[in-house]
């Protein structure tokens, strides 16, 4: 099989992409720690380390979106139909097969229909569930100077707070694991740091029709 090297993720997109997954990370451990699954800093310290890497989340996402703007990388989230069959196929039975993946990463379409699909459900559905259930927790002592303690309870906002943090979590387990489905098992994880993607031009083998 012929391969070539092409320069898919730039520094900027490395470096967001990193320090994102270490605030998550940091997020859901001190997370978890106050809802009470576990003690290891301490609940005071688990709340300061939460907020700290929340707000520091916030900052950095505010930045991505400016940058994605403005570079017009935004178009890489669109949903396509385009081989999105084929995809899915690959990831419930071609995959366990040894199949060659049907989707042909470029650096303008980076990622495929199935990720375009999820990535925009975190984007729209998981990160506003969990940052207006998490704003509403943060300023929970300031509901009734607000005029919104008879409307809302605590018990709710905690509920969808820690279901989206679950989410958050299945997210991140199934990312972990298709990074590993490469050419190599470290294939992705190389591409993301260094910023190259080796790309395989494999023989047709008929599955990967749209």
Do not use: C
């Amino acid at each position: 099989m012929a391969a070539s090297r092409i320069y898919i993720f730039n520094g900027f997109e490395r470096l967001w992409h990193w320090l994102q997954a270490a605030l998550i990370i940091t997020l859901l451990v001190t997370g978890f720690e106050i809802h009470g699954s576990y003690a290891n800093l301490g609940f005071k310290t688990a709340v300061q380390v939460h907020t700290l890497a929340a707000w520091s989340l916030v900052g950095l996402w505010v930045l991505a979106v400016f940058w994605h703007i403005t570079t017009g990388q935004w178009r890489q989230y669109i949903l396509t139909t385009d081989k999105f069959m084929a995809v899915a196929r690959f990831y419930s039975v071609g995959i366990f097969k040894g199949e060659p993946h049907p989707y042909k990463v470029t650096a303008l379409k980076k990622h495929n229909p199935i990720q375009r699909m999820t990535y925009l459900a975190i984007l729209i559905v998981v990160s506003p569930m969990i940052w207006v259930s998490g704003w509403f927790y943060l300023f929970y002592g300031s509901w009734r100077a607000w005029g919104l303690e008879p409307y809302l309870s605590l018990q709710w906002v905690a509920f969808f707070h820690v279901a989206a943090a679950f989410m958050m979590l299945a997210f991140l387990v199934s990312h972990l694991y298709l990074i590993t489905t490469g050419h190599t098992m470290g294939a992705h994880l190389k591409a993301m740091i260094t910023g190259w993607e080796t790309v395989h031009d494999e023989p047709d083998t008929g599955t990967a029709a749209k």
